[in-house]
Protein backbone atom coordinates (compact mmCIF):
# COMPACT_ATOMS: atom_id res chain seq x y z
CA UNK A 1 0.00 0.00 0.00
CA UNK A 2 1.37 3.14 -0.80
CA UNK A 3 2.04 5.41 2.42
CA UNK A 4 0.59 8.93 3.71
CA UNK A 5 1.16 11.59 1.05
CA UNK A 6 1.09 15.42 1.65
CA UNK A 7 1.49 18.10 -0.59
CA UNK A 8 3.17 20.59 -0.50
CA UNK A 9 6.17 19.55 1.08
CA UNK A 10 7.64 22.77 1.40
CA UNK A 11 5.70 26.46 1.51
CA UNK A 12 7.03 29.76 2.19
CA UNK A 13 4.44 32.39 3.09
CA UNK A 14 4.07 35.59 4.67
CA UNK A 15 2.38 37.12 7.59
CA UNK A 16 -1.60 37.69 7.03
CA UNK A 17 -1.36 34.94 4.43
CA UNK A 18 -3.24 31.74 4.45
CA UNK A 19 -2.33 28.75 3.43
CA UNK A 20 -3.78 24.57 2.41
CA UNK A 21 -2.14 21.84 2.87
CA UNK A 22 -3.43 18.51 1.94
CA UNK A 23 -2.75 15.15 3.01
CA UNK A 24 -3.69 11.99 1.78
CA UNK A 25 -4.11 9.01 3.78
CA UNK A 26 -3.31 5.45 3.45
CA UNK A 27 -6.34 3.08 1.67
CA UNK A 28 -8.66 2.34 3.61
CA UNK A 29 -7.88 4.33 6.36
CA UNK A 30 -11.08 6.45 7.81
CA UNK A 31 -9.33 8.52 10.67
CA UNK A 32 -6.78 11.61 9.60
CA UNK A 33 -5.03 13.35 12.55
CA UNK A 34 -2.64 16.53 12.18
CA UNK A 35 -0.15 17.78 14.26
CA UNK A 36 2.43 20.68 14.38
CA UNK A 37 5.39 20.09 15.33
CA UNK A 38 8.08 23.12 16.48
CA UNK A 39 11.18 23.36 18.40
CA UNK A 40 9.93 24.94 21.66
CA UNK A 41 6.27 23.33 21.88
CA UNK A 42 6.74 19.68 20.38
CA UNK A 43 4.47 17.66 18.91
CA UNK A 44 0.91 19.37 19.49
CA UNK A 45 -2.28 17.78 18.21
CA UNK A 46 -4.49 20.13 15.89
CA UNK A 47 -7.26 17.69 15.03
CA UNK A 48 -8.34 14.49 14.02
CA UNK A 49 -11.39 13.89 11.39
CA UNK A 50 -13.00 10.55 10.72
CA UNK A 51 -15.52 9.66 8.41
CA UNK A 52 -15.79 13.86 7.52
CA UNK A 53 -16.59 14.11 10.70
CA UNK A 54 -13.98 16.35 13.26
CA UNK A 55 -14.03 13.92 16.16
CA UNK A 56 -11.41 15.53 18.30
CA UNK A 57 -9.89 19.06 18.36
CA UNK A 58 -6.65 20.21 20.26
CA UNK A 59 -5.81 23.81 21.84
CA UNK A 60 -5.35 26.11 18.38
CA UNK A 61 -7.02 29.23 17.77
CA UNK A 62 -9.89 29.33 15.16
CA UNK A 63 -7.65 30.20 12.65
CA UNK A 64 -6.78 26.72 12.25
CA UNK A 65 -9.33 24.65 10.24
CA UNK A 66 -9.65 21.50 8.67
CA UNK A 67 -11.99 19.03 6.83
CA UNK A 68 -12.06 15.75 5.26
CA UNK A 69 -13.37 14.60 2.27
CA UNK A 70 -15.25 11.44 1.48
CA UNK A 71 -12.33 9.57 -0.38
CA UNK A 72 -11.01 10.49 3.75
CA UNK A 73 -8.38 12.92 1.83
CA UNK A 74 -7.96 15.76 4.56
CA UNK A 75 -6.90 19.05 4.56
CA UNK A 76 -6.08 22.13 7.00
CA UNK A 77 -6.35 25.78 6.76
CA UNK A 78 -4.77 28.55 8.24
CA UNK A 79 -5.50 31.73 7.63
CA UNK A 80 -4.27 35.22 8.84
CA UNK A 81 -0.49 33.78 9.23
CA UNK A 82 1.41 34.32 12.63
CA UNK A 83 5.67 33.97 12.61
CA UNK A 84 4.51 31.25 15.43
CA UNK A 85 2.94 28.91 12.65
CA UNK A 86 6.37 28.46 11.12
CA UNK A 87 6.28 24.47 11.83
CA UNK A 88 6.60 21.16 10.20
CA UNK A 89 3.10 20.16 9.89
CA UNK A 90 2.67 16.46 10.03
CA UNK A 91 -0.53 14.02 8.90
CA UNK A 92 -1.55 10.95 10.49
CA UNK A 93 -4.01 8.01 9.31
CA UNK A 94 -5.11 5.05 11.27
CA UNK A 95 -7.49 2.67 12.05
CA UNK A 96 -9.31 3.89 15.52
CA UNK A 97 -6.82 3.30 18.28
CA UNK A 98 -4.04 1.41 16.85
CA UNK A 99 -0.80 3.35 15.26
CA UNK A 100 -0.78 6.29 13.27
CA UNK A 101 1.21 6.26 9.96
CA UNK A 102 2.93 9.17 9.48
CA UNK A 103 3.72 11.55 6.35
CA UNK A 104 6.80 13.06 5.53
CA UNK A 105 5.31 16.73 7.04
CA UNK A 106 4.79 20.03 5.05
CA UNK A 107 7.64 22.38 6.19
CA UNK A 108 5.68 26.01 6.40
CA UNK A 109 7.79 29.12 6.94
CA UNK A 110 6.13 32.24 7.52
CA UNK A 111 8.24 35.71 7.00
CA UNK B 1 0.07 20.07 26.47
CA UNK B 2 2.90 17.23 26.51
CA UNK B 3 1.67 14.32 28.38
CA UNK B 4 4.85 12.27 28.33
CA UNK B 5 8.24 13.18 29.77
CA UNK B 6 11.08 11.62 28.13
CA UNK B 7 14.43 10.55 29.83
CA UNK B 8 17.32 11.41 29.32
CA UNK B 9 16.89 14.51 26.43
CA UNK B 10 19.83 13.46 24.39
CA UNK B 11 21.60 9.98 24.71
CA UNK B 12 25.35 9.57 23.30
CA UNK B 13 26.45 5.65 23.18
CA UNK B 14 28.76 3.63 20.79
CA UNK B 15 27.60 1.61 18.06
CA UNK B 16 26.75 -2.48 19.56
CA UNK B 17 25.64 -0.43 23.44
CA UNK B 18 22.54 -0.75 24.51
CA UNK B 19 20.16 2.17 24.33
CA UNK B 20 17.69 3.11 27.23
CA UNK B 21 15.11 5.86 27.41
CA UNK B 22 12.10 6.26 29.71
CA UNK B 23 8.61 7.84 29.10
CA UNK B 24 6.74 8.81 32.05
CA UNK B 25 3.02 10.28 31.62
CA UNK B 26 0.13 11.83 33.45
CA UNK B 27 -3.15 10.16 32.78
CA UNK B 28 -4.59 6.73 32.31
CA UNK B 29 -3.97 5.67 28.84
CA UNK B 30 -5.42 2.93 26.39
CA UNK B 31 -1.82 2.64 24.79
CA UNK B 32 1.63 4.17 24.14
CA UNK B 33 3.68 3.90 21.26
CA UNK B 34 7.05 4.76 20.39
CA UNK B 35 8.02 6.48 17.16
CA UNK B 36 11.44 7.66 15.72
CA UNK B 37 12.16 10.32 13.70
CA UNK B 38 15.21 11.27 11.41
CA UNK B 39 16.24 15.05 11.04
CA UNK B 40 12.53 16.40 11.00
CA UNK B 41 11.17 14.12 8.82
CA UNK B 42 7.74 12.29 9.02
CA UNK B 43 7.42 9.57 12.18
CA UNK B 44 8.25 6.26 11.70
CA UNK B 45 5.98 3.89 13.85
CA UNK B 46 8.63 1.82 16.24
CA UNK B 47 6.16 -0.61 18.42
CA UNK B 48 2.56 -0.46 20.03
CA UNK B 49 1.99 -1.46 23.84
CA UNK B 50 -1.32 -1.51 25.27
CA UNK B 51 -2.49 -0.98 28.78
CA UNK B 52 -3.25 -4.81 29.97
CA UNK B 53 0.30 -5.81 28.90
CA UNK B 54 3.76 -5.64 30.52
CA UNK B 55 6.56 -6.00 28.03
CA UNK B 56 6.21 -6.17 24.45
CA UNK B 57 9.58 -7.09 21.47
CA UNK B 58 10.30 -6.25 18.28
CA UNK B 59 13.29 -6.83 16.60
CA UNK B 60 16.07 -5.41 18.45
CA UNK B 61 13.84 -3.21 20.28
CA UNK B 62 11.99 -4.01 23.53
CA UNK B 63 9.15 -1.84 25.28
CA UNK B 64 7.84 -2.14 28.71
CA UNK B 65 4.74 -0.53 30.37
CA UNK B 66 4.24 -0.02 34.31
CA UNK B 67 0.89 1.70 34.63
CA UNK B 68 0.80 1.76 38.26
CA UNK B 69 4.06 4.00 37.82
CA UNK B 70 2.87 5.91 34.56
CA UNK B 71 6.01 4.97 32.64
CA UNK B 72 7.27 3.15 29.83
CA UNK B 73 11.03 2.62 28.86
CA UNK B 74 12.09 1.67 25.06
CA UNK B 75 15.46 -0.56 24.83
CA UNK B 76 17.34 -0.85 21.81
CA UNK B 77 20.59 -3.65 21.72
CA UNK B 78 22.84 -3.51 20.15
CA UNK B 79 22.34 0.09 18.37
CA UNK B 80 23.70 0.92 14.75
CA UNK B 81 24.30 4.13 13.49
CA UNK B 82 21.41 4.29 11.94
CA UNK B 83 19.29 4.25 14.92
CA UNK B 84 20.70 7.69 15.32
CA UNK B 85 17.38 9.52 15.63
CA UNK B 86 14.96 11.27 18.33
CA UNK B 87 12.23 8.89 19.61
CA UNK B 88 9.45 10.09 20.82
CA UNK B 89 6.67 8.39 23.19
CA UNK B 90 3.07 8.80 22.42
CA UNK B 91 0.04 7.91 24.87
CA UNK B 92 -3.89 7.16 23.38
CA UNK B 93 -6.81 7.32 25.67
CA UNK B 94 -9.44 5.55 25.30
CA UNK B 95 -12.16 5.80 22.07
CA UNK B 96 -9.33 7.97 20.38
CA UNK B 97 -6.89 7.74 17.91
CA UNK B 98 -5.20 11.28 19.15
CA UNK B 99 -1.57 10.37 20.39
CA UNK B 100 -0.36 12.78 23.25
CA UNK B 101 3.72 13.05 22.73
CA UNK B 102 6.45 13.79 25.20
CA UNK B 103 9.09 16.14 24.38
CA UNK B 104 11.54 13.10 22.58
CA UNK B 105 15.27 11.78 23.19
CA UNK B 106 17.68 12.27 21.08
CA UNK B 107 19.82 9.41 20.28
CA UNK B 108 23.32 9.73 19.10
CA UNK B 109 25.02 6.48 18.14
CA UNK B 110 28.64 6.74 16.92
CA UNK B 111 30.41 4.26 14.75
Known amino acids: KAGVTQTPRYLIKTRGQQVTLSCSPI?????VSWYQQTPGQGLQFLFEYFSETQRNKGNFPGRFSGRQFSNSRSEMNVSTLELGDSALYLC??????????FGPGTRLTVL | SQQGEEDPQALSIQEGENATMNCSYKTSINNLQWYRQNSGRGLVHLILIRSNEREKHSGRLRVTLDTSKKSSSLLITASRAADTASYFCATASSGYSTLTFGKGTMLLVSP
Open chain 1, 27 to 31: SGHRS
Open chain 1, 92 to 101: ASSITNNEQF
